[in-house]
T-cell receptor
Framework: DGGITQSPKYLFRKEGQNVTLSCEQN?????MYWYRQDPGQGLRLIYY???????QKGDIAEGYSVSREKKESFPLTVTSAQKNPTAFYLC????????????FGSGTRLTVV | QQQVKQSPQSLIVQKGGISIINCAYE??????FPWYQQFPGKGPALLIA?????SEKKEGRFTISFNKSAKQFSLHIMDSQPGDSATYFC??????????????FGAGTRLAVHP
């Protein structure tokens, strides 16, 4: 079945560490996105990518970095510069041929310990 | 200009009742309005969507009502069931986002349906 796979489901980070969240899709979608979700808040856009080797900052990109070397993969690195990284991170993808709706992964819950 | 305002923040409905969630926007460049349903610990899933040339869309117990002149749209869940208990997000697509398919999300509504 086609879908988006996020790993790991749970991730613990020590202060000062960089961590990388994985996002892989087999939907053949061109566009991919990273969102952050905090309790009681909506979805805030971190980065998005329309095509391979191209990505744009979203509303809260500071302290995060991404790469898009393959169409299927859009990993997110949470750097030590992100002062409050504890959150639920969601990856999504979309394709013009499938309408404008996003398909989301199941998320990664990152906790700073 | 980019905001989508969603209300209420939380909603409690009795089983069999109607759940109504409202969203409002200002940007007239928005051209697609989806609703997402999210269960705890899961990613949001597309529930139903509407385009601004249609005033209403119904899929099973879920209906979107769209008022273009008022720049408002709402989700109605008829015969609400405990299994509908989830967080619901409205969203809007900005057609002027430089070729990117970019959705702007509301803050979410936590719905609890009591048996």
């Amino acid at each position: 079945d086609g879908g988006i796979t996020q790993s790991p489901k749970y991730l613990f980070r020590k202060e000062g560490q960089n961590v990388t969240l994985s996002c892989e899709q087999n939907l053949n979608h061109d566009a991919m996105y990273w969102y952050r979700q905090d309790p009681g808040q909506g979805l805030r856009l971190i980065y998005y990518s329309q095509i391979v080797n191209d990505f744009q900052k979203g509303d809260i990109a500071e302290g995060y970095s991404v790469s898009r070397e393959k169409k299927e993969s859009f990993p997110l690195t949470v750097t030590s510069a992100q002062k409050n990284p504890t959150a639920f991170y969601l990856c999504a993808s979309s394709s013009p041929g499938g309408g404008y709706g996003y398909t989301f992964g199941s998320g990664t819950r990152l906790t700073v310990v | 200009q980019q905001q989508v305002k969603q209300s209420p923040q939380s909603l409690i409905v009795q089983k069999g009742g109607i759940s109504i969630i409202n969203c409002a926007y200002e940007n007239t460049a928005f051209d697609y309005f989806p609703w997402y349903q999210q269960f705890p610990g899961k990613g949001p899933a597309l529930l139903i969507a509407i385009r601004p040339d249609v005033s209403e869309k119904k899929e099973g117990r879920f209906t979107i009502s769209f008022n273009k002149s008022a720049k408002q749209f709402s989700l109605h869940i008829m015969d609400s069931q405990p299994g509908d208990s989830a967080t619901y997000f409205c969203a809007a697509r900005d057609s002027f986002s430089g070729g990117y398919n970019k959705l702007i999300f509301g803050a979410g509504t936590r719905l609890a349906v009591h048996p």
